[in-house]
């Protein structure tokens, strides 16, 4: 069976989870671990699935919208359903000017997706949101710059629904380190990026929501806001996950050189 073809199959199990919602009789769903409600249709790994599941118990707030940065050119993301199958307007943003060019051709008949060419970073990721059409936030932001994902989401004074933000699987999970903002530096492919899951779980603390679920991948980390969080683990029941991308056990090559993390709370 073709990829495409999977991708297809998978499309239409998660398009029927959507149109579930809000079916009599569906009731508020109990507390688990969201692990079995993975599913990939565009997202890199089970992003895809754990978002519907997500979006089951607290709702789009009468105002479904999305934020995604680090989407390339739109083939692969974690709003990328939401916006293709579900019609929902957002805004993608892309530095690279070539992965740009695809991204914004694929949209360009979509009138309520925008797509922006900007390298996206704590001093105009607000304005770059409000400018777009947001003036309040979206109700779904995904986070994934393959670095300073921490400093973003700590300068954003938005409070969307639900956050996703990468974080770095190698790193103690227990522990708060964080990529220096400066000086600036671009991933390697390599385990140096980005900052621990303790230090975004600490970070969302302070910013009023509660950890939820990291993917089987060991990439992603999902985040609710506290007035949302009732239908949800408590955090210390939540699986956190070492490297385990393509879920093959793996993870990055180490990183060379003199490389290090800061504490952001010191």
Request: hydrophobic content about 40%; aromatic content about 10%.
């Amino acid at each position: 069976m073709s990829d495409r073809r999977v991708t297809y199959l998978a499309l239409a199990a998660l398009g029927d989870r959507y149109a579930a919602h809000g079916r009599p009789g569906a009731g508020d769903p109990v507390p688990e671990d969201l692990t079995r409600h993975e599913l990939k249709v565009f997202s890199q790994n089970g992003e895809d699935g754990v978002i519907e599941a997500i979006l089951r118990r607290i709702g789009d707030g009468g105002a479904p919208s999305f934020v995604e940065f680090g989407i390339e050119g739109g083939t692969e993301g974690n709003c990328v359903f939401l916006a293709d199958v579900l019609g929902w307007p957002g805004l993608f943003m892309e530095s690279d000017p070539a992965a740009f060019a695809r991204l914004s051709g694929k949209y360009a008949h979509h009138a309520g997706v925008r797509t922006v060419n900007a390298a996206v970073g704590p001093g105009n990721v607000a304005q770059l949101i409000r400018d777009a059409g947001f003036p309040d936030g979206p109700a779904v932001l995904s986070i994934d710059v393959d670095g300073i994902d921490y400093w973003i989401w700590r300068a954003l004074d938005m409070r969307p629904r639900l956050v996703v933000v990468e974080y770095n699987a190698h790193l103690p999970p227990g522990s708060e380190l964080v990529q220096p903002l400066e000086p600036p530096m671009s991933w390697d492919e390599t385990d140096y990026f980005g900052s621990s899951l303790g230090a975004l779980r600490a970070l969302g603390r302070r910013r009023g929501y509660r950890f939820v679920h990291t993917d089987l991948a060991g990439v992603n980390a999902f985040f609710v806001r506290d007035d949302l969080a009732g239908a949800f683990l408590p955090e210390d029941r939540v699986p956190v996950r070492a490297p385990n991308f393509s879920l093959a056990g793996g993870g990055h090559r180490p990183h060379t050189g003199d490389r290090r993390y800061v504490d952001p709370s010191a």
